[in-house]
């Protein structure tokens, strides 16, 4: 597999980029991709087989079951980003390290429905949130541990409709080359 091969699986819709000006129209859109993401999951995975879920989405990639508990365990930390940013001044959150949180003994063998019905219910809280923010709220930021660097709440949107869409580009692309 070439270089370029393995980056397209690993990023099928390409990196996130954050538009300088970030519309109520852009808003409303990735906030919808938010709500409409477990949905969206479940329907790609619920008729899986347990050895389909141990399928790496890519060579030396995780599996489907590691990416979906994957997705649940970084939207975990999306909603918390959210909510010291909203609650506090410009807070430094801390970063996790998703690689080894995927490799623990949960990410690798729990049964996916716990996550996927987390997702729900996670969404459910963080969408009837982004939904009643004012204006104000969503140019509060955080500071991201590697290199400082400032989020707003409103590019934190952004960045996890992206990240829900990235990983559901890799669970189609998987199951299309595997004619599941």
Known sequence: MTELQLEQLKYPIGKFTCPDTITEQQLKLWILELQLLPERINSLVSTLTSEQ??????????????????????????????????????????AYEEKDWSALFDARTAPIALSLTYLVALHAKLVYMLKGLPASDLKKVYLHPEGKTRVSVAENVGKYAWHG????????????RMNW
């Open 53 to 94: 879920l141990e399928t790496p989405y890519r060579p030396g990639g995780w599996t489907l079951r590691q990416l979906i508990h994957h997705i649940a365990d970084s939207h975990h930390h999306s909603y918390t980003r959210f909510k010291w940013a909203l609650t506090e001044d410009e807070p430094l959150i801390k």
């Open 165 to 176: 869409n990235h990983h559901l580009a890799q669970i189609k692309g998987l199951i299309n």
